[in-house]
C-alpha cells in the first residue's frame, strides 16, 4: 500500500495492525466501495485516511455515550473476537455477548431478565450450599442449567436496562443484533469488514474485521473513548431523604398546656 506524506500516527498504527487488508473484490458489499484504497495480489486494501476519520467520528460517539452515563453493549460472537471481546469488556465493566446472539435480547429484554433472574438465584442458591436438599441427579440437572444460562446470559447479567449503544464486530455476522438494535433506535458503532454494508449501522469502521489484532485494536480505542467520557460525566447528586415531622403545636405565652385529667392528677401526686 502507497503511503503519503499525510499519513499520521494513527494510520500507522492501522496499518501495523493489518486494519487495512480486506477481502477479494467478489465479497465486496457495494456500500464499501468508497472506502476502497486498490488491489494486491487480488485482495482489496482499504483506504486507512478514511478509515482514520470514521474511527475518530465513532470515539467520539463513544466518548458521548460515556459522558451521558449511558452503558456500551460489546457484540462480538465469530471466533477471532470471541476471547478479545470477553476479556476487554471485563476489564472494563461493560457488558457483552460473546456467544450466539439470542433473539429477543432487545427487542423482547424482558424475558431476557427473567433468565438472569433465573441464572443469579440458581448460583446464589449453589453458593450458599441450599440445593443440598436435592437429589444426585437433580444437582448435575441444575449444574448444567447454570453452565448453559451462564454461556449466554454471563456478560449481561449487569444490564440491567437497555444500552444506549452497541460496539458489533463484523456487523455481516452480527446481523440480528443489528436488525434489534435499529428497530429501538439504539446507535451502533461496528467495525466493518469490506463484505459488511455500512448503511445499516450508524458510525461504520471500514478496516479487517477477521484479524485478531485489528479487533483489539479498534476495540481498543473504542472503549478507551467510551471510558474517557465516563470520567469527565457529571457526578450524580442523590437528593438527599426527606424526613416528615409532625407539626408542633405552639401554646400562647401564659397559657397552660392542655392535658388530661389523668395526666393533671399524675403530676400533682408526683409534687
Avoid at 495480489?41 to 452515563?69: C, V, W
Wanted: aromatic content about 6%; hydrophobic content about 40%.
Amino acid at each position: 500500500m502507497q503511503t503519503t506524506e499525510k499519513s499520521t500516527a494513527l494510520v500507522d498504527s492501522l496499518f501495523e495492525a493489518g486494519s487495512h487488508i480486506a477481502y477479494t473484490r467478489s465479497r465486496r458489499h457495494p456500500s464499501q466501495k468508497a472506502n476502497i484504497f486498490g488491489v494486491k495480489n487480488r485482495t482489496e486494501i482499504f483506504d486507512l485516511e478514511k478509515t482514520e476519520g470514521k474511527l475518530q467520528k465513532a470515539e467520539e460517539a463513544a466518548r458521548a455515550m460515556g459522558k451521558s452515563r449511558a452503558q456500551l453493549l460489546i457484540v462480538g460472537t465469530k471466533f477471532e473476537a470471541r476471547a478479545l471481546v470477553i476479556a476487554e469488556a471485563k476489564a472494563a465493566g461493560l457488558p457483552y455477548v460473546s456467544e450466539r446472539w439470542l433473539g429477543g435480547t432487545l427487542t423482547n429484554f424482558t424475558e431476557i431478565k427473567k433468565r438472569i433472574a433465573r441464572l443469579e438465584d440458581l448460583t446464589t442458591r449453589r453458593e450458599k450450599k441450599q440445593l443440598g436438599m436435592y437429589t444426585k441427579k437433580e444437582r448435575l440437572g441444575f449444574d448444567k442449567e447454570i453452565d448453559k444460562l451462564n454461556r449466554f446470559f454471563a456478560g449481561i447479567v449487569n444490564m440491567k436496562g437497555m444500552p444506549g449503544g452497541l460496539f458489533i464486530i463484523d456487523s455481516r455476522e452480527e446481523v440480528t443484533a443489528v436488525d434489534e438494535a435499529r428497530q429501538l433506535n439504539i446507535p451502533i458503532i461496528a467495525l466493518t469488514g469490506s463484505d459488511c454494508d455500512v448503511s445499516r449501522v450508524n458510525y461504520a469502521i471500514p478496516a479487517n474485521d477477521a484479524s485478531r489484532a485489528s479487533i483489539s485494536f479498534v476495540m481498543g480505542r473504542i472503549i478507551t473513548a467510551y471510558n474517557d467520557g465516563l470520567a469527565s460525566a457529571p457526578e450524580l447528586v442523590t437528593k438527599p431523604a426527606v424526613t416528615h415531622t409532625e407539626p408542633s403545636l405552639a401554646i400562647p405565652e401564659g397559657t397552660k398546656s392542655p392535658k388530661s385529667s389523668t395526666a393533671t392528677s399524675i403530676l400533682a401526686s408526683a409534687e
